[in-house]
């Protein structure tokens, strides 16, 4: 039992610690007005550039719309590479 009550302690706290870094985020977030994200053009259905036209859409970019009008923010769409990824993530975190 004594077990049990210092796992649940544990659980507790790394609830409060997500909790406490996600409120972070979502601050950060609305403080500079726009939602970042980045998305690959050659992924359809969930992301892709129709040939022709200027725009990107698919199921993701549909997602991500739907929260930036919940949050209140700008989107910014950021058409990225396989390779480039894991960089721009870095470069334009928080």
Request: net charge positive; hydrophobic share 45%.
């Amino acid at each position: 039992m004594h077990l049990w009550k210092k796992a649940c302690a544990a659980a507790a706290i790394l609830a409060v610690m997500v909790s406490s870094a996600l409120t972070d985020a979502l601050d950060a977030i609305k403080l500079r007005g726009k939602l970042l994200v980045g998305v690959s053009e050659a992924t359809p259905p969930f992301s892709f550039r129709r040939p022709g036209e200027n725009t990107i859409t698919g199921y993701d970019i549909d997602l991500v719309q739907a929260v930036t009008k919940r949050i209140g923010v700008a989107l910014e769409l950021m058409p990225l590479s396989s390779a480039s990824h894991a960089s721009k993530r870095r470069s334009t975190k928080r």
